[in-house]
């Protein structure tokens, strides 16, 4: 319990600095362009604790959902920011002054993110870095729980074959792919997801129409495709077959009765068909082989048979060593696929599939068990999203003041008060009832990833980042599952 709090500690703490860094960009620029900067504030709404310096109170505030530095000169947003009045009768500032103190923050979310990757350039970090489909299912486990075709297999793709493109976006590693996947925004006429994956075969290159299905409880889209992975299992469950057979946590299970496992949608074909008896698991055990003979049954309260244990696929990695500017530019990318698929009609990328706090400090937990280099990784990335965010054209965020900023360049004159009062206003409710909309499924992905309210069944989903990050876990490539 002690290591669990430590982890949280170490998420909420790399998570501020991510925060106090962006705000840090907007104070540095304000106080060197000779504006008034007169709070520095960790979290919204009434102050909580901190200090005064130089004219400035740094604080830290009752609503974590981020961070401001107030600047009347550049939008007085007092009232709403703080719960202070705003400030009247302050010398007007220039254009100039507006974009680069604005920009700026994101600017110093991006040096963040540049000074990380030099981290991950020297010591490297280990990722799926291969595209050849290891294994390409006949039939697969949709997000219902149904057994149905797999989307490959059913289009031709083939063992072997190295996937190059996926919509005409290139992949260079297995993440890049799945994250393309995901938030490929094909449909045909009829409603059904469309991917084209162009892959290369021998020596020949093949563009072929594939039919994502949704798997998981995210629905996200998968091809249904497997790299070089192990089969693991992660979990016995006491008093079923299982482990009366002897089976233990780490075991590898390869083969029923001589058939080589290949999928999941296999190892619960294989059960459903099973007509009763001894089934002979062939598994490897510290690099032995060893086969149990275990014959499945029913649970109380289920209706088919199981052996008892839970599993995940662990993917064969190696490490790279990408420089900083490859890896902004992949994050970066993916971001700009997600808020395509975001806004896109024929996507399947939903507003809940993204991530608030409450997810993101998940995330960060999850990757500071796992190790500081995937913890340098995230931070690096949730940096990269927070830039780009940020500068979109959404009123309170930096981009809309640049927008505001222009707007009155361009005509001339300010914008009226009451007016900028009230699309702010609007914006900070649409923001926050989004967050509080997203935070309900976050909650509801950590108690799945825990395993409060899920029973025998509970699932080990993939670390979300504003689907941004659905860059998963390197351990947890497909969900947890059970038989």
Same mark, same amino acid.
């Not at 059960?271 to 690099?287: A, C, F, P, T, Y």
């Given at each position: 319990?002690?290591?669990?709090?430590?982890?949280?500690?170490?998420?909420?703490?790399?998570?501020?600095?991510?925060?106090?860094?962006?705000?840090?960009?907007?104070?540095?620029?304000?106080?060197?362009?000779?504006?008034?900067?007169?709070?520095?504030?960790?979290?919204?709404?009434?102050?909580?604790?901190?200090?005064?310096?130089?004219?400035?109170?740094?604080?830290?505030?009752?609503?974590?959902?981020?961070?401001?530095?107030?600047?009347?000169?550049?939008?007085?947003?007092?009232?709403?920011?703080?719960?202070?009045?705003?400030?009247?009768?302050?010398?007007?500032?220039?254009?100039?002054?507006?974009?680069?103190?604005?920009?700026?923050?994101?600017?110093?979310?991006?040096?963040?993110?540049?000074?990380?990757?030099?981290?991950?350039?020297?010591?490297?970090?280990?990722?799926?870095?291969?595209?050849?489909?290891?294994?390409?299912?006949?039939?697969?486990?949709?997000?219902?729980?149904?057994?149905?075709?797999?989307?490959?297999?059913?289009?031709?793709?083939?063992?072997?074959?190295?996937?190059?493109?996926?919509?005409?976006?290139?992949?260079?590693?297995?993440?890049?792919?799945?994250?393309?996947?995901?938030?490929?925004?094909?449909?045909?006429?009829?409603?059904?997801?469309?991917?084209?994956?162009?892959?290369?075969?021998?020596?020949?290159?093949?563009?072929?129409?594939?039919?994502?299905?949704?798997?998981?409880?995210?629905?996200?889209?998968?091809?249904?495709?497997?790299?070089?992975?192990?089969?693991?299992?992660?979990?016995?469950?006491?008093?079923?077959?299982?482990?009366?057979?002897?089976?233990?946590?780490?075991?590898?299970?390869?083969?029923?009765?001589?058939?080589?496992?290949?999928?999941?949608?296999?190892?619960? *074909?294989?059960?459903?068909?099973?007509?009763?008896?001894?089934?002979?698991?062939?598994?490897?055990?510290?690099?032995?082989?060893?086969?149990?003979?275990?014959?499945?049954?029913?649970?109380?309260?289920?209706?088919?048979?199981?052996?008892?244990?839970?599993?995940?696929?662990?993917?064969?990695?190696?490490?790279?060593?990408?420089?900083?500017?490859?890896?902004?530019?992949?994050?970066?990318?993916?971001?700009?696929?997600?808020?395509?698929?975001?806004?896109?009609?024929?996507?399947?990328?939903?507003?809940?599939?993204?991530?608030?706090?409450?997810?993101? *400090?998940?995330?960060?937990?999850?990757?500071?068990?796992?190790?500081?280099?995937?913890? *340098?990784?995230?931070?690096?990335?949730?940096?990269?999203?927070?830039?780009?965010?940020?500068?979109?054209?959404?009123?309170?965020?930096?981009?809309?003041?640049?927008?505001?900023?222009?707007?009155?360049?361009?005509?001339?004159?300010?914008?009226?008060?009451?007016?900028?009062?009230?699309?702010?206003?609007?914006?900070?409710?649409?923001?926050?009832?989004?967050?509080?909309? *997203?935070?309900?499924?976050?909650?509801?992905?950590?108690?799945?990833?825990?395993?409060?309210?899920?029973?025998?069944?509970?699932?080990?989903?993939?670390?979300?980042?504003?689907?941004?990050?659905?860059?998963?876990?390197?351990?947890?490539?497909?969900?947890?599952?059970?038989?």
């Amino acid at each position: 319990m002690l290591l669990n709090f430590f982890y949280i500690a170490i998420a909420l703490l790399a998570l501020s600095s991510c925060i106090f860094i962006h705000e840090l960009g907007h104070f540095i620029a304000a106080k060197k362009r000779g504006l008034i900067a007169d709070r520095f504030s960790i979290g919204f709404g009434p102050r909580l604790f901190g200090w005064k310096w130089r004219g400035t109170d740094f604080r830290i505030s009752l609503l974590p959902l981020g961070g401001y530095v107030s600047l009347p000169q550049l939008a007085d947003m007092g009232r709403l920011e703080g719960g202070e009045e705003e400030t009247t009768d302050l010398p007007p500032i220039s254009y100039a002054d507006k974009m680069i103190v604005a920009v700026m923050g994101a600017v110093f979310n991006i040096i963040l993110a540049f000074c990380l990757s030099l981290i991950l350039w020297g010591v490297g970090r280990d990722i799926i870095k291969t595209t050849v489909i290891d294994v390409a299912p006949e039939q697969i486990v949709n997000s219902a729980g149904e057994i149905v075709p797999g989307p490959a297999f059913e289009a031709g793709l083939l063992a072997g074959d190295t996937i190059l493109k996926i919509d005409d976006e290139r992949i260079g590693d297995w993440m890049q792919l799945q994250n393309a996947v995901m938030t490929s925004t094909g449909r045909n006429d009829a409603g059904i997801p469309t991917t084209e994956v162009t892959v290369l075969r021998g020596d020949k290159e093949l563009t072929l129409t594939v039919n994502p299905v949704l798997v998981t409880s995210e629905d996200i889209r998968t091809l249904g495709v497997q790299p070089g992975t192990d089969l693991v299992v992660s979990m016995v469950q006491e008093n079923m077959p299982a482990f009366e057979a002897g089976m233990l946590p780490g075991d590898q299970p390869i083969a029923l009765n001589g058939e080589p496992i290949t999928s999941a949608a296999f190892l619960s *074909v294989y059960l459903q068909n099973h007509q009763g008896g001894r089934i002979d698991v062939s598994l490897l055990r510290q690099g032995q082989n060893v086969i149990l003979p275990i014959e499945p049954r029913v649970a109380p309260g289920e209706d088919s048979p199981r052996f008892g244990f839970a599993y995940f696929y662990e993917a064969q990695t190696e490490r790279v060593h990408r420089n900083p500017f490859e890896q902004i530019t992949i994050m970066g990318n993916t971001m700009k696929m997600t808020l395509v698929a975001l806004v896109s009609q024929k996507s399947d990328v939903k507003v809940r599939n993204m991530s608030g706090p409450v997810g993101i *400090v998940h995330g960060l937990t999850a990757m500071a068990r796992y190790g500081w280099i995937d913890l *340098v990784w995230f931070l690096a990335l949730i940096n990269v999203n927070l830039a780009i965010f940020n500068v979109l054209p959404i009123p309170v965020l930096d981009g809309g003041h640049m927008l505001f900023a222009t707007i009155s360049k361009i005509t001339g004159r300010q914008l009226p008060r009451k007016m900028m009062e009230g699309i702010y206003t609007a914006c900070i409710v649409m923001l926050i009832s989004m967050v509080i909309y *997203v935070s309900f499924f976050d909650v509801k992905r950590v108690g799945q990833d825990i395993g409060i309210g899920q029973g025998e069944e509970a699932q080990a989903g993939p670390v979300e980042t504003p689907v941004v990050e659905t860059e998963t876990v390197k351990a947890i490539e497909a969900p947890e599952s059970t038989e």
